[in-house]
């Protein structure tokens, strides 16, 4: 089918790849079929070997994705940290002045609406997973790609609205256990193990805080960004984002709720 | 050939409009410029530091005279200083002149790349390390002052405001500038780590790379693990200063005095802080040294005209160094109330690191061992770098045995050790880096006479300040102690006065050491606008950074139209023949298959 297209600012730009099919959207978007080394269109070399910027669609993505990848291992040493003085604090005591042993930790009873907000933020995993996988749909790809509409970005928008919709949900549950516990006079400061609580509730929330910011900027970028390519790249690290923190709070949800 | 063009012009060519200078220069995201603008803020913290260490040194030997404009200087006041130094020399300084300076300025262009991977976040990594330099500089105008816990902040000294002049708003500031500074360095190192594994130019493979890059690569690895710890560390003494916990001093604990009770609750221990701290604070010595061995490794091969030796194996070292290097934080522990099968465990350990750095040591060695090298002054610093990393390095597994650290700890044979393996090794691969890659950045070369004149001062004041400090710590001189003398009816300055005349030597050795400085900022001063004009590739490198392709273009985005560039051997190929030296550059595509050497 023949398209007719008027040369946008990116296919003026003299970074233009014609040998990458920029034909002014950006060079070809990462699809999800497949994950070619080579170049295949007549172009059997290896990518590796050519100069960076045109290693093949999934360049940019996996650079991101790297990226993303050691941020996250950096933000899990972080709560490595955290949770050995959980486990430091629980095993430790000291001695009165009468000489006495005293271990001032009493278990915290998590507020059972934690398991719902578990629930509401794994099912908000399922729907950043469905937004994020809709954004590399061989089909739409090369027709949002071509110029004909956005059908990509207009298939995810609902997804990762209902994502941040869960997100704020898992939010307001937090809070509402943060409530509970202070009706019960828990506090911050009440015992070492409801710091631990706290702290981590509290670490973990911010987080997600700003996993819905990148939410947020991630839609932005669906409506407004030129690029198809970065388009992706937002919903795919997002979600990336997302999953991790979702899967990191199973395990401190756990730590909190059975290691008490 | 071509000719570099200047930031300016590339600027115009690249945006629409004409940005000013400084508007250009300030929201740069091109990764030259941020190394260089990382540059300039060690710079401006170094003077910092020195200056203070100046007066440390000024006070310790004549304790009665009064600073202008400040008066005495009291005991809090010298443990301001000593606080303020090390943060400044060890963060601002050290760990960020050679990882984000002049990994930023030359890391890109040695991989064959014409940019980093996240830009942006460079940017952002810069302006948070500049604000985290004021913030931290800030805390010299509140009220108390400075804190005056030192650089490792240990509780209860840092955990309660009480504890002293300094530690409530002071100490605030201080905890707030180093968690901004380890949020910065996370950023930038995770920028460093993903510029070298995706944007290598073809042919660049792994065992390519030179050891340079090595040297940053591994710092940056151990940068993203370290300083999240550091972080947490800090969230949990903020915790502790206002929230109400105890994770770091137990309930009922005396301060300066007090009672620690009141709204704290908990079992907490300062021993979980030396925990927390030191898994940061060792690895945080290799990341500010790893990039200098690398360093190191290139000058000297480069200027003794010699291959590396044992090229895979100085590799395979770089990342044991890394590898054991988060292994060892409990040496820093051993009298501080650790299970003593735990301080067997660090005391290993440790030992054990002597085996890569030993291995690294005799590299050098036989990489220059006979060979006619040209006397640079970038090779005289390599060979300095050398010969202080093994001086300090001799005093490690000393160190490193619990029962001698039982004297040897809070002592001044600790001060000399870290600052001839880590402070003076650190500074003089900086300098050796900047001689020598001055003609990168202005086109020419420093000054070969007032570089070799600072060679030499330095070196000899920095033996002179640094190996005597051995000695008054083996006669007892403790650290973080601002009097040694002149305090009437005082059993420790009787004690102390056997070292007076050694401290008096250090104090003239660190004056010198600082004014020689003066001759190396005058070099750059000078030759920055008058130097020599510098030749394409001046010291007759093989690595990418000098070759034309890269040199023409310093723009980061779009490279399209840019001469590709590959890299076709390993960095380090010389060889001598009939009258002469030849090298191959990495560049070079000529025929590997290179003739017999004579
Ligand atoms: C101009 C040369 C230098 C001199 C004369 C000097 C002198 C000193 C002195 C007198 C102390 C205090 C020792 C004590 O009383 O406990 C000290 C501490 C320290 N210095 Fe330096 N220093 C110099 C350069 C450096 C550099 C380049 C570094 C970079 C890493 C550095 C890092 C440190 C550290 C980390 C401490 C420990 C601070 C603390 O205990 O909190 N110094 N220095
Ligand atoms: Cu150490």
Redesign the interface.
């Known amino acids: 089918m023949p398209v007719t297209i008027t040369p946008t600012g990116t296919e003026r730009e003299h970074g233009r790849r014609v040998e990458d099919h920029d034909h002014g959207s950006g060079r070809r978007p990462p699809i999800d079929k497949g994950d070619k080394r080579t170049g295949g269109n007549g172009d059997g070399d290896n990518w590796s070997n050519r100069p960076q910027g045109r290693r093949g669609p999934r360049e940019r993505l996996r650079t991101y994705r790297l990226g993303l990848f050691f941020a996250l291992a950096s933000d899990l040493m972080f709560f490595v940290a955290i949770v050995s003085t959980f486990f430091v604090a629980q095993n430790s005591g000291r001695f009165n002045a009468y000489n006495h042993y005293i271990n001032e930790w009493l278990p915290t009873t998590i507020p059972p609406v934690l398991w719902l907000n578990t629930a509401v933020l794994l099912i908000s995993s399922l729907t950043v997973e469905i937004a994020r996988r809709r954004m590399f749909h061989e089909q739409f790809v090369m027709e949002e790609w071509f110029g004909l509409g956005r059908p990509t970005s207009r298939r995810a928008v609902p997804f990762l609205l209902a994502t941040v919709f869960f997100g704020l949900l898992f939010l307001a549950g937090q809070a509402l256990a943060w409530k509970q516990l202070a009706v019960q006079h828990v506090f911050f400061a009440s015992n070492p193990s409801s710091h631990f609580f706290y702290l981590i509730t509290y670490t973990h929330a911010i987080h997600l805080f700003l996993g819905i910011g990148v939410l947020l900027i991630a839609l932005y970028g669906l409506f407004f960004s030129r690029q198809l390519e970065t388009r992706q790249i937002l919903v795919d690290c997002s979600a990336w984002y997302w999953h991790t923190m979702g899967v990191l709070w199973v395990f401190l949800f756990a730590l909190l709720a059975f290691f008490q | 050939m071509m000719t570099p063009r200047s930031a300016a012009e590339l600027s115009s060519r690249q945006h629409p409009f004409r940005k000013s200078f400084l508007v250009h220069a300030l929201f740069t995201t091109d990764h030259r410029l941020i190394g260089l603008q990382y540059l300039a803020l060690a710079m401006v913290a170094v003077i910092i530091g020195m200056v203070l260490s100046l007066l440390m040194r000024l006070h310790l030997t004549w304790p009665d005279r009064v600073i202008p404009l400040h008066g005495p200087i009291l005991p809090e006041d010298y443990l301001a200083l000593v606080t303020m130094h090390g943060t400044l020399m060890l963060f601002f300084v050290m760990t960020t002149a050679p990882q984000a300076g002049f990994g930023n300025l030359i890391l890109p262009s040695q991989i ?2 014409r940019r980093m ?2 830009p942006m ?1 460079n940017a952002l990594s810069f302006w948070s390390t500049a604000l985290a330099l004021v913030v931290l500089l800030a805390s010299t105008l509140v009220a108390g002052g400075s804190p005056i816990s030192g650089w490792t902040a240990y509780p209860p000294l840092s955990a309660v405001a009480a504890a002293g002049p300094g530690q409530g708003a002071g100490m605030d500031l201080w905890i707030a500038s180093i968690a901004l500074f380890a949020i910065a360095a ?1 950023m930038s ?3 460093t ?2 510029t070298v ?6 042919g660049m493979t792994w065992s390519r790379l030179p050891l340079t890059v090595w040297g940053w690569f591994t710092a940056a690895l151990l940068s ?6 550091l ?3 800090i ?2 003494l903020m ?1 502790d200063r206002h ?5 770091f001093v ?3 604990d005396l301060v300066n005095g007090s009672l620690h009770a009141a ?7 300062p021993l ?1 802080w030396l925990h ?1 701290f030191w ?1 940061f604070g060792h690895p945080e010595v290799y990341i500010a040294i790893l990039p200098g061995m690398g360093l190191t490794s290139m000058l000297l091969a480069n200027f003794a005209r010699r291959r590396v030796f044992g090229y895979r194996l100085m590799i395979a070292t770089t990342l044991a160094i890394g590898l054991l290097g988060i292994m060892v934080w409990g040496h820093h522990m051993f009298v501080a109330g650790l299970n003593p099968f735990a301080g067997t465990a660090f005391s290993i350990s440790t030992i054990a690191i002597a085996i890569p750095s030993a291995a690294k040591v005799l590299s050098w060695l036989a990489t220059t061992w006979r060979s006619r090298p040209s006397y640079t002054t970038a090779y005289l610093f390599s060979l300095g770098f050398a010969s202080l990393f093994l001086t300090g390095g001799l005093s490690g597994p000393i160190l490193a045995q619990p029962i001698l650290d039982q004297y040897l700890h809070n002592t001044f044979f600790v001060v000399a050790h870290f600052h001839l393996i880590m402070a003076m090794a650190g500074v003089f691969g900086l300098f050796a880096a900047t001689y020598y890659w001055f003609p990168l950045v202005t086109n020419r070369l420093m000054s070969e006479t007032l570089g070799r004149w600072h060679f030499w001062l330095t070196l000899l004041a920095a033996y002179g300040c640094f190996l005597p400090m051995h000695l008054t710590g083996l006669m007892g001189e403790p650290r973080h102690y601002a009097q040694l003398a002149e305090l009437p009816g005082s059993a420790a300055n009787r004690l102390l006065a056997p070292t007076l005349p050694l401290n008096m030597h250090i104090t003239i050795s660190a004056v010198i050491l600082v004014a020689s400085q003066v001759l190396f900022f005058a070099n750059l001063a000078v030759s920055w606008r008058r130097g020599l004009i510098a030749s394409a590739n001046p010291w007759q490198a093989t690595t990418l950074e000098w070759s034309p392709a890269l040199r023409a273009h310093s723009h980061p ?5 840019l001469a ?2 590959e890299a076709f051997r390993r960095p380090c190929h010389y060889w001598s023949h009939h009258n002469g030296w030849h090298f191959l550059p990495q560049w070079d595509s000529a025929d590997t298959t290179e003739p017999k050497s004579e």
């Open positions: 064959g790349s991977a996240f976040l996370t190192s995770i920028n780590l993903v594994v995706r944007l290598r130019c073809k993203i693990l370290a300083f999240s710890v972080l947490a560390a969230v949990l915790c929230a109400g916990t105890s994770f137990p309930t009922g709204g704290h609750r908990g079992n907490g221990s979980l927390l898994f985005t779009s490279d399209g139209d590709p560039v």
